[in-house]
């Protein structure tokens, strides 16, 4: 199984990620973790990443589509994977696409997880209170930009993705147990 979890900050993609890798077996490719693991592993291209962000410039479309690819090779990755912050572009959507395709692979399907954008501010203040531990983005204003980021850049691979009959949406405002559970239903339909 190859899926893409699609959602605004907050909306339980990571929550949702850690379920399906249990269920399924397959591991959970976000592109921060796959960043770091690269640059650990001394790749090519992690060594051109850490060349890039050392200078504390942003790490390119192409260096971030050759880690993916790179990672996408593994051995655990080659019965399914989940991805989690990739693709954020179009372009890096069509590079998917191509590097899916070299490699005999293709996608079964993108989930959509929606929410409502001023419970999603509400949902991670609070999760930062109550936990006690703030990241420096667990603020309302960033949390907002953020979500206007999404919308901007991100929310359009939605169509992009509908177009190829891929996407398959699920209410992320619902418990967890539901959302999981509609996500299942997404997944074998």
């Not at 909306?11 to 976000?30: F, N």
């Not at 850490?50 to 192409?62: A, Y």
């Not at 939605?158 to 418990?175: A, F, H, I, N, S």
């Amino acid at each position: 199984m190859r899926l893409i979890l699609l959602g605004p900050p907050g909306a339980g993609k990571g929550t949702q990620a850690k379920i399906l890798v249990e269920a399924y077996g397959i591991p959970h490719l976000s592109t921060g973790d796959i960043l770091r693991s690269a640059i650990a592993a001394k790749t090519p291209m992690g060594l051109a990443a850490k060349e890039v962000m050392d200078r504390g410039d942003l790490v390119s479309d192409d260096i971030v589509n050759g880690i993916v690819s790179e990672r996408l090779d593994a051995e655990d990755a080659k019965a399914g994977f989940i991805l989690d912050g990739f693709p954020r572009t179009i372009a890096q959507a069509e590079a998917l696409d191509q590097m899916l395709a070299e490699k005999g692979m293709a996608l079964d399907g993108v989930i959509e997880i929606t929410a409502d954008p001023d419970v999603l501010v509400g949902r991670i203040v609070n999760r930062a209170k109550e936990s006690g531990v703030a990241r420096g983005d667990d603020n309302e204003e960033v949390l907002r930009k953020r979500l206007a980021v999404y919308r901007e850049q991100t929310a359009p691979l939605v169509d992009y993705y509908r177009q190829q009959g891929l996407v398959k949406t699920v209410d992320g405002m619902q418990p967890i147990e539901e959302v999981t559970a509609a996500i299942r239903r997404a997944v074998h339909n």
